[in-house]
C-alpha cells in the first residue's frame, strides 16, 4: 500500500505540474520555458536563469509560481514520511538492489560509443533550434553594449519638439531610433516617424546612450525633475 500511495502521489504531482505548464502557456510562455520553469519552482531549484525573470515580471505568472513552491514543499515533506515509513517496515534490500541495477543499465548504456553518438546528433539538432525572442525581457534584447540605451521620453510642457516630427528632431546620422510612441493609452508605431509630436507623448527610443541624452537633454532634465519632486512629496 505504500509503493502504490507513492505511485498515485506522483501521479497527482504530474498532473498538477501539467496543469501549471498549460497554464504559463496561456499567459504567452514557449511550451519549453513554461516546463522548465514549473520544474524549478515546483521541486524550489530556484534556477536564476534570465527566463525566470519572466515569471516574476507577471502577476498571474507569479501566482502560478507560488502555488507550485508550495505545492512543491508540502510535497516532499509527503513523499520523506511515506519513505520513512516503508524503511521502518522493512529494509526492502531487493526492491533497492533492483532499482541500483537498472541506475547501473542506464550508466553502461550511456558509456555506448553508438549511444553516445546517437544522443550527441539528437541533442545536437535541438540545440540548433531557433527560439524568439518575444519571450525574453526587452532590455537583454536591445542592450548589447554599456553605450547603449533603451528608455521613454516623455515630451513637457513648452518643449521646443511639440509640434515637430521626429525626422525634424533628429538628424539620420544620429545613432537614435524610435521603436514607438505612446500617446495617451495608445501605442503608435506605424509612421511614428512622421508623427507630429505633442506634449504629453512619450518616445520609446533606442540607441546612443550619449547621443539621447544630448539630444533630449531638456525632456530628461524634466523628467528628473519631477521624479524628484514626486519622491520628496512621497517623503512628506
Do not use: W
Not at 509503493?3 to 497527482?12: N, P, S
Not at 533497492?96 to 545536437?124: D, E, P, Y
Request: aromatic share 10%; hydrophobic share 45%; net charge neutral.
Amino acid at each position: 500500500m505504500g509503493f502504490l500511495f507513492i505511485l498515485i502521489y506522483f501521479v497527482l504531482i504530474f498532473i498538477v505540474l501539467e496543469i501549471a505548464v498549460m497554464l504559463l502557456i496561456v499567459t504567452g510562455l514557449d511550451s519549453e520555458i513554461a516546463r522548465f520553469q514549473a520544474v524549478s519552482m515546483l521541486t524550489s531549484t530556484g534556477f536564476t536563469t534570465k527566463e525566470s525573470e519572466l515569471i516574476l515580471r507577471h502577476p498571474v505568472r507569479r501566482k502560478i509560481g507560488v502555488f507550485l513552491i508550495l505545492f512543491g514543499v508540502f510535497s516532499l515533506a509527503v513523499m520523506i514520511s511515506t519513505l520513512s515509513n516503508l524503511l521502518a517496515q522493512s529494509f526492502r534490500v531487493p526492491q533497492l538492489t533492483g532499482v541500483t541495477l537498472g541506475f547501473g543499465v542506464v550508466l553502461l548504456a550511456t558509456k555506448n560509443k553508438r549511444i553516445v553518438n546517437s544522443l550527441k546528433r539528437r541533442f545536437h539538432k535541438h540545440l540548433k533550434q531557433e527560439f524568439e525572442l518575444h519571450e525574453l525581457p526587452i532590455e537583454e534584447v536591445l542592450y548589447f553594449t554599456g553605450s547603449d540605451l533603451f528608455t521613454g521620453i516623455s515630451i513637457c510642457k513648452g518643449s521646443a519638439m511639440a509640434g515637430r516630427g521626429f525626422r525634424d528632431v533628429c538628424c539620420p546620422e544620429e545613432d537614435i531610433n524610435v521603436l514607438f510612441v505612446q500617446r495617451g493609452e495608445t501605442k503608435i508605431r506605424s509612421g511614428c516617424l512622421q508623427l507630429s509630436l505633442q506634449e504629453g507623448d512619450i518616445l520609446f527610443v533606442y540607441g546612443d546612450k550619449e547621443a539621447i541624452e544630448q539630444r533630449f537633454r531638456r525632456e530628461l532634465d524634466a523628467m528628473r525633475q519631477e521624479e524628484g519632486n514626486e519622491k520628496h512629496v512621497t517623503e512628506l
